[in-house]
T-cell receptor
Framework: AQKITQTQPGMFVQEKEAVTLDCTYD???????LFWYKQPSSGEMIFLIY??????QNATEGRYSLNFQKARKSANLVISASQLGDSAMYFC???????????????FGQGTILTVHP | GAVVSQHPSWVICKSGTSVKIECRSL??????MFWYRQFPKQSLMLMAT?????????EQGVEKDKFLINHASLTLSTLTVTSAHPEDSSFYIC?????????FGPGTRLTVL
């Protein structure tokens, strides 16, 4: 069974500083996908970044980068130059790549609440 | 684009009544939709996988007679919370799968009095 662990219930960062949100995973699958989502207080799930298990380069999307260390089974999210609008809950998730009716199923971590201070 | 809507965005109902939540993929067809439940400051927990034209696949511990899912068309899945009780109060989020990716709806906040 897949498992995603986010060990930081809450994180604080000063505006314009960088912050790293931790995520470790456990799976016996060779092919899988890792995602980070942002959930502001409105509740919507905002996709941030994706890393495939076979991708050799770390994914980057603007101020977001994913530090993928496959051997350590970690997929940490790095947010550079934090902004006040980055304050939200952040979820790491893993996707099963096996076929069948469960294809595309996501397993989420516990989440990390990020607070950006001015 | 890949837009998913949910209706209603929030609902308050009396204990014992049933509530239907709709999830629509607006600009694509989705053979598979997922329903999640989220309690405050907690993670999203998958309730069931909804496949068009077939029965939903429920996760362990989710009562299928309590949470009825119907995926009658390629753009619409519905979740009906039957005989709702205060403990069913939660944030319900759907997502629709498009070529392996999931696109989330804005969620429905259910409060059962």
């Amino acid at each position: 069974a897949q498992k995603i662990t986010q060990t930081q219930p809450g994180m604080f960062v000063q505006e314009k500083e960088a912050v790293t949100l931790d995520c470790t995973y456990d799976t016996s699958d060779q092919s899988y996908g890792l995602f980070w989502y942002k959930q502001p207080s409105s509740g919507e799930m905002i996709f941030l970044i994706y890393q495939g298990s076979y991708d050799e380069q770390n994914a980057t999307e603007g101020r977001y980068s994913l530090n993928f260390q496959k051997a350590r089974k970690s997929a940490n999210l790095v947010i550079s130059a934090s902004q006040l609008g980055d304050s939200a809950m952040y979820f790491c998730a893993m996707r099963e790549n096996a076929g069948g009716t469960s294809y595309g199923k996501l397993t989420f971590g516990q989440g990390t609440i990020l607070t950006v201070h001015p | 684009g890949a837009v998913v809507s949910q209706h209603p965005s929030w609902v308050i109902c009396k204990s014992g009544t049933s509530v239907k939540i709709e999830c629509r993929s607006l600009d694509f067809q989705a053979t598979t939709m997922f329903w999640y439940r989220q309690f405050p400051k907690q993670s999203l927990m998958l309730m069931a996988t909804s496949n068009e034209g077939s029965k939903a696949t429920y996760e362990q511990g989710v009562e299928k007679d309590k949470f009825l899912i119907n995926h009658a068309s390629l753009t619409l899945s519905t979740l009906t919370v039957t005989s709702a009780h205060p403990e069913d109060s939660s944030f319900y989020i759907c997502s629709a799968r498009k070529t392996g990716e999931q696109f989330f709806g804005p969620g429905t906040r259910l409060t059962v009095l």
